[in-house]
């Protein structure tokens, strides 16, 4: 969804400088326009991480026509709405349902059965974009049995991706990768029992969202909002530079119960984290971790 | 003469036999990090653990925010791009270009906007057009690329595409990449680390 005005426009955009675009010229430039959206706009990307934001910025820049950063900088501190299409450029991480199916399976197997042992458990999916992971986890919880025992809260920084999540459609013909992730994730119904094929797409079951609270987060700049048994937030961190990273590692590890649950994207690790030795691996290959202090 | 600081290797189909061959021939002391890209399905075996039979340096399959150590080898995971950063490796999962995550093209043009001339580059067999554009922006910026022969490649379509549209590429057979690599990365001048400015 991210681009939509752009693509049509050029084919194939370049997604970094011109050859004989200045180095040193390109970097003060991109700082100023984070600075400026962020004193302009409260959108705090300065310590996302510089390659991918890199990237991105000048797809933007190729899909508004521009040549340089400072013209993309002038676009959208005078235009909302040009902000708002970098916006999505900049903060829409779309994932698939069951992405990595075997960390769900070993969820199934290693987490589950934590979490029975609870009266209640509160969940938090940090960072969950138009929603595919969340619908995969109130899948499995719901097939555990679980689902009338625990609350969802689902948070992105985003509102226009939590709107799509909210509606809980999607495209139909990426159907047949996901019923096959939910069988790899070790579903054992038929998949097509959990949506209905409209002219708009999957449409999935309402019931999946009964427990999932879906509001705008920000994990920048926002703080802890309540304790949670488990959270989510897989394949979004990549985004942010180590000094962020640790910051949202500190919020994370400041929202856990006691052995709570921490669970990264597949690439993703505590490795390289101060707060490596405050968890213990519980599934060290799905990036499963258990908070121990 | 350049001092190179990074290899960065490209393929597709028929990759694994080829990055075999490469990558048995490269031994330690080994001065640069090396970055493979090879097209693969999310469900596909783990490569890094294969190729580590292969070759004395360290495999590795690449995670967010590594930092580059000279001698490993860092494999781009499946379903993932890979970005180069100045002594880092970056990750994302921004849509496929042209039909692929890992992107060759995506991992060869943030190496040249990090490292410029220090960079290698070598496509290797492949059964689509994916590195071409990536392999030229670093002959832009003042890197090496090197082309597997497509007489050699188990698929050309990769090779050939490459050898055709990169100025300056060195086509050469399978067999010679390895000792090309090592007398490129083993001058005798001094080192330079990290990446350009």
Known sequence: ?????????????????????PRDLETIEVQLLLEGIFQQYGFDFRSYAYTSL????WKRIQAEG???????????????EAMERLLLDLSVNVSTMFRDPEMYAAFRLEVVPLLRTYPFVRIWHAGC????EVYSLSILLQEEGLGDRVRVYATDINEAVLQVAREGIYPIEKMQEYTH??????????FSEYYTANYD??????ALRRNVVFSQHNLVTDRSFAEFNVIFCRNVMIYFDRKLQERVHGLFYESLARFGILVLGHKESLRTSRFENLYEPLDAKHKIYRRIE | MTARSLITIGTSAGGLHALTIVLAGLRPPFDVPVVVVQHRSPSSHDLAHVLQ????????????????????????????????GPGELALTIDEPVRYSRPSIDVCFESAAESYGSGVIAVILTGANQDGCRGARRIAEAGGQVIVQDPATAESPTMPLAASKSVEGAMVMPLEEIAGALMSMTTMPVPHVRGGVK
Request: net charge negative.
């Open chain 1, 66 to 80: 521009l040549t340089s950063i400072s013209a993309l900088q002038d676009l959208v501190l005078h235009h909302p």
């Open chain 1, 54 to 57: 890199k990237r991105r910025l």
């Open chain 2, 53 to 84: 039979d292969s070759t004395q340096l360290i495999v590795e399959e690449a995670e967010d925010k590594v930092i580059l150590e000279d001698g490993h080898v860092y494999i781009a995971p499946a379903d993932y791009h890979v970005l180069i």
């Open chain 1, 1 to 21: 969804m991210s681009g939509s005005t752009g693509k049509a426009r050029t084919k194939v955009a370049l997604a970094h400088a011109p050859p004989t675009y």
């Open chain 1, 181 to 190: 992730n939910y069988q790899a994730a070790g579903g054992e119904r038929a």
């Open chain 1, 201 to 206: 797409g999957a449409r999935f079951d309402p």
């Open chain 1, 129 to 132: 974009s138009t929603g595919e």
